[in-house]
């Protein structure tokens, strides 16, 4: 038995945090914040994205293709 993952829509939880952790760190890049604030929500926002996209991936890949 093969389990599908569903593919995340724009609207997902998954998504929205990873569209809002790099609106903050843009944020915090335009307020003048320290360089280690700036970093570390860079690299929460990087992470976030990285994991929708495997995620996306992995969904993507266990769907049969279809012929247009």
Known sequence: ???RTAVLNPDH??????VDA???YHEAQASGHPA?????LRLIAEAQFEAVN???LRALCS???TPH
């Open 63 to 65: 769907h049969p293709r």
């Open 36 to 40: 280690e604030e700036i970093e570390r």
């Open 13 to 18: 939880p998954m998504y929205t945090d990873a």
């Open 22 to 24: 790099m609106k903050q």
């Open 1 to 3: 038995m093969t389990h």
């Open 54 to 56: 495997e995620y996306q």
